[in-house]
């Protein structure tokens, strides 16, 4: 069953202490995008500039990605360049450009109207909430933030917390919405807010899930190669929603799985710049990473 993602498609300059990348394909639909289609067709809605290379909109058609909601306009499109030391958790903002996502304003073309799946990624929840309303009738609706979102405006976040299904964000960011130093008591007070699924991404430390009677945690996956972990948040969410639109159906067991597969996924995106790594892979890889996964964890 086909996904809608909302969010950014960009170029990123990145820099890590195992090399640099320049102008690269990244933004959070896009790494969305690229895990989700593992288990599932997606609907891709996002803008980009003129300068936009044919060869990346190609890219998106092989993988399965639909484009029909993904709109050129004059100007450039979206820049971040960020730099990453040791600590890969915390980098450093050099240069953000928004150009034509600054007047980005999502009309969601009529085909992509009925899905069943909606994701909502890392965008102004003003936006998010415009999106959601162009929705007929969604099974399931996710979406994820980021701090300068829970800073600017928390009154719009919480408001849309109240029509959201499942919600993602990293532990700093559960810290700072709920003004709680504990993750188990910051994911117990955002259930309060109306999403029935709350997902605590750790990074290296793996992911807290909460749920009304249930907590659930797991570790990361065991890596010896990070070259770059952007986009690994948005890798997860769309592994986790793509494995749950595969599955057709949603309660703690599949929930349980989207997390573990959503792991997994996420590991092949570090394992190299941009999308290098995660536009290659296969079910069948991540099902035998998978196995090492369950060998690491079993006891």
Do not use: C
């Not at 060869?55 to 971040?80: E, H, M, S, V």
């Not at 960020?82 to 903002?93: A, L, R």
């Not at 969410?237 to 996924?265: D, E, H, M, P, T």
């Amino acid at each position: 069953m086909s996904i809608l993602v909302v969010g950014s498609v960009a170029f990123d300059t990145i820099k890590t202490p195992f090399g640099e990348a320049r102008k690269v394909l990244g933004g959070s639909a896009t790494y969305f995008s690229m895990a989700a289609r593992i288990f599932s067709p997606v609907n891709l809605v996002a803008v980009v500039g003129r300068d936009f290379p044919s060869r990346y909109l190609d890219l998106f058609r092989k993988k399965g990605i639909d484009i029909l909601g993904l709109k050129q306009a004059p100007g450039k499109t979206f820049y971040w360049e960020g730099e990453y030391g040791w600590d890969f958790s915390d980098p450093k903002t050099l240069t953000t450009d928004l150009n034509v996502f600054a007047d980005f304003n999502p009309k969601i073309p009529e085909s992509y109207k009925k899905s069943r799946y909606v994701f909502l990624a890392n965008i102004d929840p003003v936006l998010q909430e415009k999106v959601l309303a162009q929705i007929k009738r969604p099974q399931l609706v996710a979406s994820d933030t980021m701090n300068h979102w829970i800073s600017s405006k928390p009154g719009q976040l919480l408001k849309l917390l109240k029509k959201v299904d499942i919600f993602f964000l990293n532990a700093s960011e559960a810290k700072q919405l709920t003004s709680e130093a504990n993750l188990v008591k910051a994911g117990k007070k955002i259930l309060k807010s109306g999403p029935k699924v709350v997902v605590v991404k750790k990074g290296e430390h793996g992911v807290i899930m909460f749920s009304k009677n249930n907590i659930f945690t797991a570790p990361a996956y065991l890596l010896e190669s990070v070259y770059d972990p952007t986009g690994a948040g948005d890798s997860f969410a769309g592994a986790f929603i793509g494995y749950l639109a595969k599955s057709g159906k949603i309660n703690q067991a599949v929930l349980r799985k989207a997390v573990i597969y959503a792991n997994v996924v996420a590991t092949f995106t570090v394992e190299a710049f941009s999308i290098d790594r995660l536009a290659k892979v296969t079910i069948s890889q991540v099902k035998q990473r998978l196995k090492k996964f369950k060998q690491y964890t079993a006891f």
